[in-house]
T-cell receptor, first 114, second 115 residues
Framework: AQTVTQSQPEMSVQEAETVTLSCTYD???????LFWYKQPPSRQMILVIR??????QNATENRFSVNFQKAAKSFSLKISDSQLGDTAMYFC???????????FGAGTRLTVKP | DGGITQSPKYLFRKEGQNVTLSCEQN?????MYWYRQDPGQGLRLIYY???????QKGDIAEGYSVSREKKESFPLTVTSAQKNPTAFYLC??????????????FGSGTRLTVV
């Protein structure tokens, strides 16, 4: 079974600064998908960014970007110009290419301080 | 607008009682999922279904049951056999095995408390 590890239970960052959230995963698959989800205090899960393993280029969505290191099985999320609204739980998730069930890490609670 | 509706938002259950959580979607998605969220443990997969009248156990299926009689609906029953049911439950849906997988659409969750 695939496992996803987020080693930082909590992190904080000053507004306008940059922060990086770590995620590692374990799989024997060659093709798969990786995701970062945000869960604000409302508890609604929101997709932040996704990466397809067969694509070498790192995904970017506005202030959010990833550093995907396939050989190291690492998938970190960088948030630039942090905003107060970025305060949330962030979950890293893994999905196999030929199967739809997703596995999540334990999450990182990010607090953006004014 | 299309989306997923979970009800109720809050649910209280007495010990020894079964309770059913509702999940309905109008996205025409084939696949639906139930996750349980506990503090410090992220989301754990309970059950999932990829087609009507078929479903598979996830990692923590013991004490839970599901049905998929309609494409739009995937209710979860928390039975009295579930030892520690107090948790936040999330339902999700997705298209089935598309080449470009955009992940899940999630409902807003149900908070279940055993009293």
């Amino acid at each position: 079974a695939q496992t996803v590890t987020q080693s930082q239970p909590e992190m904080s960052v000053q507004e306008a600064e940059t922060v990086t959230l770590s995620c590692t995963y374990d799989t024997s698959e060659n093709n798969y998908y990786l995701f970062w989800y945000k869960q604000p205090p409302s508890r609604q899960m929101i997709l932040v960014i996704r990466q397809e393993a067969y694509k070498q280029q790192n995904a970017t969505e506005n202030r959010f970007s990833v550093n995907f290191q396939k050989a190291a099985k690492s998938f970190s999320l960088k948030i630039s110009d942090s905003q107060l609204g970025d305060t949330a739980m962030y979950f890293c998730a893994f999905m196999r290419y030929n199967n739809n069930d997703m596995r999540f890490g334990a999450g990182t609670r990010l607090t953006v301080k004014p | 607008d299309g989306g997923i509706t979970q009800s109720p938002k809050y649910l209280f259950r007495k010990e020894g009682q079964n309770v059913t959580l509702s999940c309905e979607q109008n996205l025409n998605h084939d696949a639906m999922y139930w996750y349980r969220q506990d503090p410090g443990q992220g989301l754990r997969l309970i059950y999932y279904s990829q087609i009507v009248n078929d479903f598979q156990k996830g990692d923590i299926a013991e004490g839970y049951s599901v049905s998929r009689e309609k494409k739009e609906s995937f209710p979860l029953t928390v039975t009295s056999a579930q030892k520690n049911p107090t948790a936040f439950y999330l339902c999700a849906s997705s298209p089935l095995r598309t080449r470009s997988n955009y992940g899940y659409t999630f409902g807003s969750g149900t908070r279940l408390t055993v009293v």
